[in-house]
């Protein structure tokens, strides 16, 4: 049963929770906080120093353990056959000169003999006996002459080569392997040699070894942890730095970067990543940039296919709408460039907002004048409603601000408004392109609004017979324009009526 099931039931059984078991019963078994101690370890944070730490840790020693099991299970053996081989040596070097001296009963000569092995390593003791058992020469002097006691507890009896042996426990617990061979004269028996070797010899060379494996183990284990938290540290160091800015990125910080000069993969990966913050940066100047002339539903429409049409040129219907200053070449001439750049800013700020405010585009600033398109690049068949309606709003904001202001921009703005066949799209350069319009329809409405006095709005006849039963106008005389062969009609707008379905 899971945690949250456990603490759905706290209420039935306070302080405890009910424990669901194979037979279908409840019973308050488990204690909350003994829950609530599992429920932290599952959600544990453990850093990866410390996972890589312990994973090398462990590798190690089972490295260790397996390497010293089979080294030692190896040097045990070889020091028992060696054991064997030296107690098969003293047995026959033993055996091959005791039959003269055994055989004269010459006993000083068989004590030498054995003395002689009283300093081989690992000897516990060689034995010497006659047909009838009785100890001739033993390394313990006090034993000669006494009867040989039988061996008792003998284990892993073998023989080999007229050699026998076996194991025996001795009353102090040491354990003993014993070799013994017939002592023969022309094939008639003397009596007998016995050799043992002490196994315990072999243990404590074993244990010697296993105290030294031990050490180096732990040296090898202690430096492990050492180099696993060094490389810990080496790959957790570079991951945090990432995680921190990949927090930054989010907050928007696209301007952070990753500081790592180093040679392998983490040095790629930061390489990237701040190679991503600065596209990232870039689109969001794009972004911001290109948003201050459209509005934000066209914005997203570009920049989720910046591939598409939109870039290509391409014949749309839409409606142009022009301003520019009346008197601003003489007033620029006669007035600080930094009171100019402020009053141009206020003025093309407030056509700009109106411009986005009822879906068109801030296509460029030229010189005083502001070019604002409407329809394109997304289609609205009001287009030109949007446009007059984007005008006279314009309008109505300049003349307030200007009587709340020194600026004396503000109330000298005239406004051209066209409507016609356009043909827009990426122009320029590989170096520099520019999204724009163009053609016979952006011409008149420049000259409309060249026509325009200060605070007027001039309109086309194709934008009059769009919006006729909103607007209110005065007809103007018959215009000739340049680059038009025929006259063409304008109309100074007046107002704009107000209808049912206006909101």
Partial sequence: MRISEYLSRVKSC?????????????????????ILVKKKLLHLRIPIRVKLSIAITFIIWLT???????????????????????????LN?????????????DILRLNRLIKEAASVEGLLYAIIVDRNQVIKAHTDHTKIGTTLETFENAENVKSDKNINYFNYTLSSGMQVLNLSRTVTFKEKELGAVHVGISLDFIKNLIYKESVSILVISLFIILSGILIAILLGIGFSRPISKLVTATKEIGKGNFQYRLDMARKDEFGDLAESFNYMATELWKKLLIQKSFGSYVSPEVLNMILSHPNDVWLKGTRSEASILFTDIRGFAAYSESTNPEEVVEALNEYFAIATQFILEYGGYVDKFIGDAVLGVFGIPIFRADHAERAVKAAVAMQKEFQH???????????????GINSGVVVSGNLGSQVKMEYTVIGDSVNVASRLNSMAGP???????????????MVSVKALPPQKIKGKSGLIEAFQLVDIKKRQDDT
């Fill in 64 to 90: 260790i353990v397996i390497l010293s099991f089979v080294i030692l299970t190896r040097q045990k053996e070889q020091l028992y056959l060696q054991t064997i081989k030296t107690g098969q040596v003293s």
């Fill in 401 to 415: 601000q200007a009587g709340q202001n020194k600026n004396p921009f503000l109330s000298k703005i005239g406004i």
């Fill in 93 to 105: 070097y033993f055996t091959n000169n005791a039959s003269i001296p055994l055989l004269n009963d």
């Fill in 14 to 34: 306070p302080g405890y929770i009910y424990k669901k078991i194979n037979t279908a019963k409840n019973a308050c078994k488990l204690p909350l906080g003994q």
């Fill in 455 to 469: 605070g007027e709005i001039i309109i086309s006849k194709s934008i009059y017979e769009f919006t006729k039963d």
